[in-house]
């Protein structure tokens, strides 16, 4: 019965989707999971693959979303052991870099107040430089900082995320997307692409950039943010890469590098779509452009297209208002009617905040039917 009548039905099994499956299945809800490709197909398996608070979110002067992230960076790091680690991260500072290095030592700063202590940094002395960052270009470079953060893996981290959910009852259907769904005032009925039926008191649409295509589907049309879709790249580089370094491309964005399946993983670029793709792929620019930023970094041992292992390209979903780079990262809840939602469209922002946005979305889903049993993922381990 709880199969084709759960309380809950989320469409989208990335880490958005997956973590409000396993909020609400700790609180007692019946819950269904709905994935048209695979868990963590979508964007959810092309970031950066970090758990960080945002150093240059510190510029935006968005210290609440900087604060939350770093929390949210202790918590993981507690209930996901084998999956999220502590990171030395490593900013080179040349003569000339956007950003001078005390400038940089300052945020630093604002970063360790607001991780509680947690983020530890210093200058790194000169006689290390090389020993720590082989190859790295010492043309120039003034001072290298270092700082400390997380990384995961993301796809793993969605994984495990639904995995616990499952162990707590949700049911996932992959491969299968959403064809319809219905609004009768009471109950949704919903139409998989297969031809399966449910019914369900409340649907999440945690769809990820296929958002809207998602809404297109429902009736009665729920409302929607204004939103741009942005890409962002990243290349496998069949390079060495011990440790994370923090870096900027020709026109002052941030550029990783970062160690992946023992190769080096550099980006991200931001390019902004005019529609969703099928499957999101770098484009020539962006290829151009984390190239030429790796070879101004690496001088010693260039990096062509044919050096290029694999390649990563997710779509973050920001809103309208604001620059591409300024825009902010912060999850917008979306419900159809505020005192008693039956829909709730989640607009993910970063990974690192999953958590905490699916408690979010559970006090939304609490107005439509209240909990039975009230539990906080915080103490769930992964
Ligand atoms: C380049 C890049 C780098 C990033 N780096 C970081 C980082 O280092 N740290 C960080 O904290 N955040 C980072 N982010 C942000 C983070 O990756 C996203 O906020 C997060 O992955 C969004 O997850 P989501 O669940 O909302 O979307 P997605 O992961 O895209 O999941 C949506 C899912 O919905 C499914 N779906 C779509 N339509 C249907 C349908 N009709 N029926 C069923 N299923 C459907 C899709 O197949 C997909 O699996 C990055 C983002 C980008 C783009």
Redesign the pocket.
């Known amino acids: 019965m709880a199969e084709s009548n759960p309380d809950l039905l989320i469409?989208?099994?990335?880490?958005?989707?997956?973590?409000i499956a396993q909020a609400a299945a700790a609180s007692g809800y019946t819950v269904v999971l709905?994935?048209?490709?695979?868990?963590?197909?979508?964007?959810?398996?092309?970031?950066?693959?970090?758990?960080?608070g945002?150093l240059r979110y510190l510029e935006q002067a968005n210290l609440r979303l900087v604060y939350e992230?770093l929390s949210e960076r202790e918590t993981l790091l507690k209930v996901a052991p084998a999956l999220v680690s502590r990171e030395w991260f490593y900013i080179p500072v040349y003569a000339g870099s956007r950003r001078p290095w005390w400038f940089i030592a300052c945020g630093l700063l604002l970063y360790w107040l607001l991780s509680l202590g947690r983020s530890r940094f210093r200058r790194v002395p000169e006689s290390q430089w090389q020993e720590l960052l082989p190859g790295l270009s010492c043309d120039g470079l003034q001072a290298v900082l270092a700082y400390q953060d997380a990384?995961?893996d993301?796809a793993a981290l969605?994984r495990a995320v639904l995995d616990s959910a499952r162990s707590m009852g949700c049911r996932v259907i992959e491969g299968?997307?959403?064809?319809a769904a219905t609004y009768d005032g009471n109950f949704w009925r919903v139409r998989?692409?297969d031809g399966r039926e449910l019914t369900t008191r409340m649907l999440i649409n945690?769809?990820?950039?296929?958002?809207h295509?998602?809404s297109a589907?429902i009736k009665p049309a729920p409302p929607e943010l204004d939103i741009r879709l942005?890409?962002?790249?990243?290349l496998l580089l069949d390079r060495p890469c011990p440790t994370f370094i923090y870096t900027e491309s020709d026109d002052g964005r941030v550029m990783?590098f970062r160690p992946w399946n023992g190769r080096m993983l550099a980006?991200?670029?931001?390019t902004e779509l005019a529609a969703m793709p099928r499957k999101p792929a770098p484009t020539p620019d962006e290829v151009a452009t984390i190239l030429a930023t790796y070879n101004r970094y690496f001088p010693g041992s260039p990096c062509s297209e044919k050096d290029i292992l694999q390649t990563?390209?997710?779509?973050?979903?920001l809103p309208a208002s604001g620059g591409v780079f300024g825009a902010s990262?912060e999850?917008v809840m979306l419900p159809d009617d505020a005192r008693s939602p039956a829909y709730l469209a989640?607009?993910?922002?970063?990974?690192?905040?999953?958590r905490r946005e699916a408690e979010k979305a559970l006090a939304w889903i609490a107005r439509n039917t209240p909990p039975s049993v009230h539990a906080d993922t915080a103490h769930i381990d992964l």
């Open positions: 469409i989208g099994g990335g880490i958005y989707g997956c973590g709905v994935e048209q490709y695979s868990i963590a197909s979508g964007t959810s398996s092309q970031s950066t693959k970090l758990i960080h945002g992230a990384a995961t993301d969605t299968c997307g959403l064809a998989l692409d945690a769809a990820g950039p296929w958002m295509q998602v589907c942005v890409q962002g790249s990243h990783f980006g991200t670029t931001e990563f390209c997710g779509v973050r979903v990262r999850t989640v607009y993910g922002g970063k990974l690192t905040t999953y």
